[in-house]
């Protein structure tokens, strides 16, 4: 991991999405000449979205092998699975249901109408978690992390002054009472995030 830090400025929110989007797919290709496979962790929001919609549309998206990308999330909304506020849902509308990616290579939080109770859903993602683990860690390395910022400058669904920003023992953890709605969060902590190879913090606006 690199402790290089870039900020990258573009005039407008299209030409930011169309840059990241183009850069994903070039550093996604290296990895996988480099690594031969990768693990994504993928963000919400207008951005997020916005950035895997980009991707779709690149006349790039065929080049890669995208039975050798896992994709994973930073954090969910625990709401049913065909819920529209689902960040599941929005990524496999923009970019997941139109790529080769066999199913058991996507790893979607568990949905409340699968898991009701958030606490054994944030246990069941962290069992994934580790199933996947390397070089000792009971996580995956993620090779590229996108990442949002709220306006209350909440990361994931660690929210500023929160017991879950805090968490450094667990990977996952339930956040129950969210600012913004909806109110139950399931979210990667800290020290899963931070031990990304690669935090691409996407953010538009003034």
Do not use: C
Request: hydrophobic fraction near 40%; charged fraction near 25%.
């Amino acid at each position: 991991m690199t402790n290089e830090r870039r900020v990258l400025v573009h005039p407008d929110k299209e030409a930011l999405t169309a840059s990241v989007a183009a850069r994903f797919l070039t550093k996604t290709i290296d990895i996988l000449d480099d690594l031969g496979g990768a693990n994504i962790a993928l963000t919400g929001g207008t951005m997020g979205i916005a950035v895997l919609e980009a991707v779709n549309s690149s006349p790039a998206r065929d080049t890669i092998d995208w039975s050798r990308v896992h994709f994973w999330w930073g954090d969910e909304r625990f709401v049913p699975r065909d819920d529209p506020d689902r960040n599941e849902r929005q990524a496999r509308e923009a970019l997941l249901d139109h790529i080769a990616v066999p199913p058991e290579n996507i790893h979607p939080f568990p949905s409340s109408d699968e898991v009701p109770d958030i606490d054994e859903a944030a246990r069941l993602y962290a069992a994934e978690l580790e199933a996947f683990g390397t070089d000792g860690a009971p996580f995956p390395k993620f090779d590229i992390t996108f990442l949002g910022v709220g306006p209350d400058g909440h990361i994931a669904s660690l929210f500023p002054d929160r017991a879950g920003i805090r968490e450094t023992e667990k990977t996952v953890i339930a956040e129950r009472e969210s600012p913004k709605p909806p109110p139950a969060r399931l979210s990667l902590t800290r020290p899963v995030l931070n031990s990304s190879d690669r935090i691409w913090l996407v953010l538009a606006g003034s």
